[in-house]
């Protein structure tokens, strides 16, 4: 039987030798090859913190001693070690989740999966157990040294160092990366720290260290706690940082070496008061696919192969990131006032082409999302047009800023928000389902909703000729739609797609969901009920056209990829009230919920935003009399809305 078979929970490892430890990590690193390679998933992460889990748990006493991992990513193995080793589902609807999960496992704190969050939660929890009379339980913070650049991992850092009467272990997972390579002023001093001869001796030297000097070394240690120098620092001398911030400092000390973590962990637990242990870790350790990919270390994959890394399957469909990155391009090689800003995301948010071009041009903030809208509001001022790429989740995280920094001052600043919508896999905190009822409250805000590669092209042009309000332009994850021209554009820009007999039902199809709502078109057209389709582009503001056109149907239906509390229906409901048309509308679209990890296409089939179902609930009312539908007679010929009810109560 394998090391990590035997293992269901975390006190299984109390078992374990030392040896046998070393030996538990190749399994779990062979495991997580051969089952995320099937899956897909973050692979890189989690092969870099196999021995620091490892460490952690044996140490610590979880879930009695609650972990909080920052982001959730790099949770596999803590999945592991916690009776969870059947992978065969990750991230697929009723497996595993790709992060932390509550309902998986009381080892599960914090789910929330957005990064520099982690030292608020501990900073929480560990207040609470000091307060509750459970003072002699610990929490840990696993944070990387990517979410160092997010400005509220400094914020709880200041806060946590004004009580220091609780068990607080916070570990800098430093790998040198967060997506990519992590940048900025943190990262500079971290990579002095990684590359200082004083770290690479210990790192050479530990093993021998720590079994000579072992029990010596945490009495020393204890005995110069009320200094301001950790052990450890005292080969290194770069404490003084956090030092500064009254929090001791122990590191930095190899990641992958099992006897120095777990010690240094045993002096961390024993400290009395909030401490950092600052870990080095290679991200993709001890998969040479991994460390040989230099855009991410495999950060997150599809199917791969698990001998060369290469791709089961590729594609060949355009992607709407790619088609965003190649139309950007283009539009800079017109325009020098055009600027990329991205928080931490080069790659996957489509920007890195554009940066390959014009390097001077593009401003990579870290893990910053506040700082980077509240910054672009800054360029603008200064007479450029920045282009923020971020994905539609973390726009979440930059409210405030687009309110107040950017639309405030009428600032000419374009949002493209990438993974919009239902993004399947990666569940609930990465889904980016909000971004329309949440900006839209956000005046003189436009907001664009391609339905197609050619629609996106437009309408990124059409943003960045804006130079006094914030646009908006988002795509879903994946391939791009087909192409789906309009029979005719009308004269404010909304797009008709298609006239199918009589005026009865008016369907506008938001951006992606026009092909549902074409294809709902034509199952309606077989049951003899006529509708019109119309793509707005621009769902926000309102067309005029759309106004037109609903006054002369008898029932319009929006169907959109984000919550229906808010989203564009509820706009469009209210601007027909305000112009005094009557007409009835549903609005489609997905509840206000935390939605699971599952495909699209099952999250969407959830929702009943499927073309059979749409067409059949129109039908349905039509059938059940609840609308007045214009078989062969015309549109004037028909009572309103208003008098048909009247004249039903009557």
Excluded: C
């Excluded at 790099?74 to 497996?95: A, E, P, W």
């Amino acid at each position: 039987m394998s090391l990590l078979s035997s293992i269901s929970g975390p006190r299984d490892l109390d078992a374990l030798s030392q040896e046998q430890l070393v030996e538990l990590a190749d399994e779990i690193r062979a495991f997580l090859i051969e089952n995320v390679s099937r899956t897909g998933g973050h692979l890189g992460p989690n092969l870099g913190v196999v021995e620091l889990t490892l460490a952690m748990h044996r140490v610590f006493d979880s879930p009695n001693d609650p972990m909080i991992f920052d982001t959730g990513h790099q949770s596999y193995v803590h999945k592991l070690l916690t009776g969870r080793q059947d992978f065969s589902g990750l991230r697929s609807r009723g497996g595993l989740a790709g992060y932390p999960q509550r309902s998986e496992s009381p080892h599960d704190v914090v789910e929330s999966s957005h990064a520099s969050s982690s030292l608020s939660w501990a900073d929480g929890v560990s207040r609470a157990l000091t307060r509750t009379g459970r003072k002699d339980r610990h929490v840990v913070a696993v944070v990387g040294d990517g979410s160092l650049t997010g400005g509220m991992t400094w914020e709880a850092l200041n806060n946590i160092s004004d009580d220091n009467d609780r068990n607080l272990v916070i570990i800098v997972n430093d790998n040198g990366r967060s997506y990519a390579p992590t940048i900025g002023g943190m990262a500079r001093y971290l990579n002095r720290v990684r590359t200082a001869d004083a770290y690479r001796n210990l790192h050479e030297g530990s093993d021998t260290l720590f079994r000579r000097l072992g029990p010596a070394a945490r009495a020393l240690y204890r005995g110069v706690r009320g200094g301001t120098h950790g052990f450890l620092s005292r080969f290194t001398n770069n404490a003084a940082l956090y030092s500064n911030l009254d929090i001791k400092y122990l590191g930095p000390v190899d990641g992958h070496d099992l006897p120095v973590l777990i010690e240094t962990l045993e002096l961390a637990k024993g400290f009395g008061a909030p401490v950092i242990v600052h870990a080095i870790t290679e991200k993709g350790r001890g998969y040479q696919p991994a460390l040989d990919d230099e855009a991410d270390q495999f950060h997150a994959v599809g199917r791969i192969d698990p001998i060369s890394g290469h791709p089961v399957s590729s594609s060949t469909s355009l992607a709407w990131t790619d088609a965003f990155a190649a139309e950007l391009l283009a539009i800079g090689e017109a325009r020098e006032d055009i600027i990329g800003i991205t928080a931490a995301m080069l790659r996957p948010t489509g920007l890195l082409p554009f940066a390959q071009r014009f390097p001077d041009r593009v401003y990579d903030v870290g893990i910053a999302e506040q700082h980077a809208v509240a910054s672009a509001a800054g360029l603008a001022f200064g007479g450029l047009h920045p282009v923020v790429a971020i994905y539609a989740t973390f726009m979440n995280r930059a409210f405030d800023q687009v309110m107040m920094d950017v639309a405030l001052h009428r600032a000419g600043v374009t949002f493209v928000l990438d993974r919009a919508g239902v993004t399947g896999p990666d569940g609930p905190s990465h889904h980016g389902i909000w971004d329309l009822a949440m900006l839209q409250l956000v005046p003189n805000i436009r907001i664009a909703v391609p339905r197609d590669g050619e629609r996106l092209r437009e309408e990124l042009r059409e943003a960045v000729a804006v130079d006094d309000a914030p646009t908006v332009l988002r795509f879903p994850k994946g391939a791009v739609s087909p192409d789906l021209p309009a029979i005719e554009r009308l004269r404010d820009g909304v797009d008709v797609l298609v006239r199918s007999g009589a005026s009865d039902v008016l369907i506008l199809g938001i951006g992606p969901m026009a092909h549902i709502a074409v294809d709902v078109a034509d199952r309606l057209r077989a049951q003899g009920i006529g509708a019109t389709v119309v793509d707005p582009r621009w769902v926000v503001p309102v067309q005029p056209s759309i106004v037109e056109l609903a006054a002369s149907h008898r029932l319009v239906i929006t169907i959109e990829d984000g919550i229906r509390v808010g989203g564009i229906g509820t706009r469009v409901r209210q601007v027909l009230r305000e112009a005094g048309v009557d007409t009835a509308v549903d609005e489609l679209g997905l509840p206000d919920a935390f939605i699971d990890h599952a495909t699209r296409e099952q999250i969407l089939e959830d929702a009943g935003l499927t073309p059979a179902k749409i067409a059949q609930d129109i039908v349905s009312q039509v059938l059940g009399t609840r609308i007045p539908v214009a078989r062969g007679a015309a549109s004037s010929e028909l009572p309103s809305i208003t008098e048909w009810a009247d004249e039903r109560r009557s």
